[in-house]
């Protein structure tokens, strides 16, 4: 036996097989050739092209965006008669700080739970910033601005000032909305009503106390909120 048949023995393939060529006879380079196209392809992005749509063989289909729903609503704020096409998604402190540039109310939270935004519907202290627009359709809202009578700030918003009850300043928008809604229907308070009316008023500063004083103090004061 030659040594070509002895090496058919070994691999268990004939001649005429040892002629074609083996995995081990794949270069380097025609592996990497081989792997980058297959990758080019796997990741080719799918193009589009159609001609209803309007868009160039290549180019992604714009997708059309369905108009956002807006309803036409008619309210008073701080003692103005205004009416607004407004988006039905927009909440009242949107209306209040991007459409009527009335930024006094404050977005703290954003979800209801730290009082910055409360403004006054018909009266009864309302987080803003969870309230719609539209909800308050053919209702009176009053902010932070209202509160200044012919260039004067009211009896409360002076008491705050004599009491250093605002610190940072940014929740004290929100303080005085609230003070104001109790004030307006019991101007004589007691030390727990008025921690109780303002329970859902947070105070990042920790000036609790000096809120307090403040609105019994402008409770002894003649004419009380406003």
């Given at each position: 036996?030659?040594r070509?048949?002895?090496?058919?023995?070994?691999?268990?393939?004939?001649?005429?097989?040892?002629?074609?060529?083996?995995t081990?006879?794949?270069?380097?380079?025609?592996?990497l050739?081989?792997?980058?196209?297959?990758l080019?392809?796997?990741?080719a992005?799918p193009?589009?092209?159609?001609?209803?749509?309007?868009?160039a063989?290549?180019?992604?289909?714009?997708?059309?965006?369905?108009p956002?729903?807006?309803?036409?609503?008619?309210?008073?704020?701080?003692?103005t008669?205004?009416?607004?096409?407004?988006?039905?998604?927009?909440?009242?402190?949107?209306?209040?700080?991007?459409?009527?540039q009335?930024i006094?109310s404050?977005?703290?939270?954003?979800?209801?739970?730290?009082?910055?935004?409360?403004?006054?519907l018909?009266?009864?202290?309302?987080?803003?910033?969870?309230?719609?627009?539209?909800?308050?359709?053919?209702?009176?809202v009053?902010?932070?601005?209202?509160l200044?009578?012919?260039?004067?700030?009211?009896?409360?918003?002076?008491?705050?000032?004599?009491?250093?009850?605002?610190?940072?300043?940014?929740c004290?928008?929100?303080?005085?909305?609230?003070?104001?809604a109790?004030?307006?229907?019991?101007?004589s308070?007691?030390?727990?009503?008025?921690?109780?009316?303002l329970v859902?008023n947070l105070?990042?500063?920790?000036?609790?106390?000096s809120?307090?004083?403040?609105v019994?103090?402008?409770?002894?004061?003649s004419?009380?909120?406003?």
């Amino acid at each position: 036996m030659d040594r070509k048949d002895k090496q058919a023995e070994t691999t268990g393939s004939d001649a005429a097989s040892s002629d074609a060529p083996s995995t081990t006879d794949l270069s380097r380079r025609d592996f990497l050739e081989g792997t980058g196209a297959a990758l080019v392809v796997a990741g080719a992005t799918p193009t589009f092209a159609s001609a209803d749509d309007g868009t160039a063989r290549g180019n992604r289909p714009v997708q059309q965006v369905a108009p956002v729903p807006t309803t036409a609503i008619t309210l008073t704020v701080n003692g103005t008669r205004r009416t607004i096409q407004a988006q039905d998604r927009w909440t009242l402190n949107e209306l209040l700080r991007d459409q009527l540039q009335l930024i006094g109310s404050k977005i703290g939270c954003n979800r209801g739970e730290c009082g910055a935004c409360t403004v006054l519907l018909d009266g009864e202290p309302v987080y803003s910033c969870s309230t719609l627009a539209v909800w308050a359709d053919g209702r009176s809202v009053v902010t932070v601005e209202g509160l200044e009578r012919n260039g004067e700030v009211s009896p409360l918003q002076q008491a705050f000032m004599d009491y250093n009850a605002p610190q940072c300043g940014f929740c004290t928008p929100g303080q005085l909305m609230a003070a104001t809604a109790l004030l307006e229907r019991n101007s004589s308070p007691t030390d727990g009503e008025v921690r109780e009316a303002l329970v859902g008023n947070l105070c990042r500063c920790s000036n609790y106390n000096s809120i307090v004083e403040a609105v019994l103090a402008a409770a002894q004061t003649s004419g009380g909120a406003r």
